[in-house]
């Protein structure tokens, strides 16, 4: 029987395919090496678990049969979590956990899935529930949606959870089928530069952009009598219906088939490591999420403008949920001490804040780093 677990679980990058996944559409990810370890051990308890997060001084205590959210934010993650277990299996007992985190917070690159499906993947090894890595990325993605209030899509849960070294994973949202992609962009790099502006994408519009796609998809769908799926319809289509539809729609509409576009298109160009052609993608896609998706903001905005004087940038764009957090950039190795230096002062001097950075690289799904068993631990 195991008796203590380690876990370490990735936050994600998404090289392309934003507001996509729950578009019926696709994504291009990858799990980072910035991550999320967690300790847990069974404490020998019915009900009772007591999480701990480095850098908050409270202790989390949860009883398994009277879960519901609470008002601190990272509480509503595990609490998701314990609730979406409760519902799948009858094998949870109390625990206690300890953990801490390197993944920003609230920077685009999904540090809640790094901790929702760290506790779902660890809890299921430790109780031995039986669930396989899908039921794991999805109780995670219904965590967010009932007990944080996104109603995020798949994207992130999948890549924490499948993420591979080395690889970014075309997954079809649609589908869920997915392949692996070898992603080894020397001597580029990805260079995430975070705007450190902070968003909550459940209040910030996240949702709100989510029920206009889906609004005018249905228009066109109910229209043309076609299955009510972004796969169904066409940009041809979406024009016939351009005064149904009004401006909002029509530009969110628009924008989904053609960032779907990009992403296969981006994974072609990355398939024959046609960098040029990758960059000058991921240009278009900010485009798209500035002015049609609308949602960026004039940090990540001013970000990407900036990077384009540069010719050892090949291409940047905002990464996540937007409203904030970072951009991510595919630069020449050589070029990025240089480059963070003159983008963090003009980036200081245009808002007074300060820009933080970091070089990601594809990594490992959610995995176990170190368990001990009963009789070893004697
Ligand atoms: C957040 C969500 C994802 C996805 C991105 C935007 O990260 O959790 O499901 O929608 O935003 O692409």
């Known amino acids: 029987m195991i008796k203590e677990l380690i876990i370490s679980s990735p936050g994600r990058i998404n ?21 999320i370890y967690m300790r847990l051990s069974i404490n020998g308890t019915k009900t009772t678990c007591r999480i701990k997060s480095k850098g908050f001084d409270t202790v989390l205590i949860a009883d398994l ?20 277990l409760q519902l799948l299996t009858q094998g949870l007992k109390g625990f206690d956990c300890e953990m801490h985190t390197d993944v ?26 039986g669930l396989d890595n899908w039921q794991i990325i999805k109780l995670s993605q219904r965590a967010e949606h009932n007990f944080v209030g996104t109603k995020c899509g798949i994207m992130d849960q999948f890549s924490s959870v499948m993420g591979k070294k080395d690889h970014t994973m075309l997954l079809d949202c649609q589908s869920l089928e997915f ?36 609004s005018g998809l249905k228009i066109v769908a109910d229209h043309f009598g076609t299955k009510n799926s972004f796969r169904d319809i066409s940009l041809e289509m979406i024009e016939e219906c351009k005064a149904m539809l009004g401006d909002v729609r029509y530009k969110r509409c628009t924008y989904v088939l053609e ?11 990355l398939k024959r490591n046609d960098l040029m052609a990758l960059g ?8 798209g999420q500035s002015q049609k998706y609308e949602v960026s903001c004039a940090e990540l905005d001013f970000l990407v403008e900036f990077s384009k004087e540069f010719k050892e940038i090949l291409g940047s764009r905002m990464v996540g949920g937007g409203f904030g957090g970072c951009t991510l950039n595919i630069i020449h190795e050589d070029a990025v001490e240089g480059y963070v230096e ?15 950075h970091f070089v990601s690289v594809p990594s490992d799904g959610t995995t176990i780093i170190k368990q001990t068993n009963e009789a070893e631990s004697k």
């Open 179 to 214: 392949e692996y992609i070898p992603t080894k962009l020397s001597p580029y790099v990805i260079l995430m530069l975070n705007t450190n502006v902070t968003h909550n994408l459940a209040t910030s519009g996240y949702n709100t952009r989510r029920e206009e796609s889906a």
């Open 65 to 84: 049969f009277s879960l519901k959210p609470g008002t601190e934010s990272w509480h509503n993650y595990v609490l998701g979590v314990l609730h979406e």
């Open 104 to 129: 920003p917070v609230g920077s685009g690159v999904s540090s809640s899935a790094a901790l929702e499906c760290g506790l779902a993947y660890g809890l299921n090894e430790l109780f031995e529930l």
């Open 259 to 269: 960032e779907n576009r990009r992403v296969l298109t981006a994974a072609e160009a």
């Open 280 to 287: 000058e993608i991921l240009y278009n896609s900010h485009k």
């Open 15 to 35: 090289l392309i395919g934003e507001h996509t996944d729950y578009n019926d559409g696709y994504v291009l990810p990858a799990a980072i090496d910035k991550r």
């Open 342 to 356: 003159r983008v963090s002062m003009a980036y200081e001097k245009t808002f007074g804040i300060n820009l933080s």
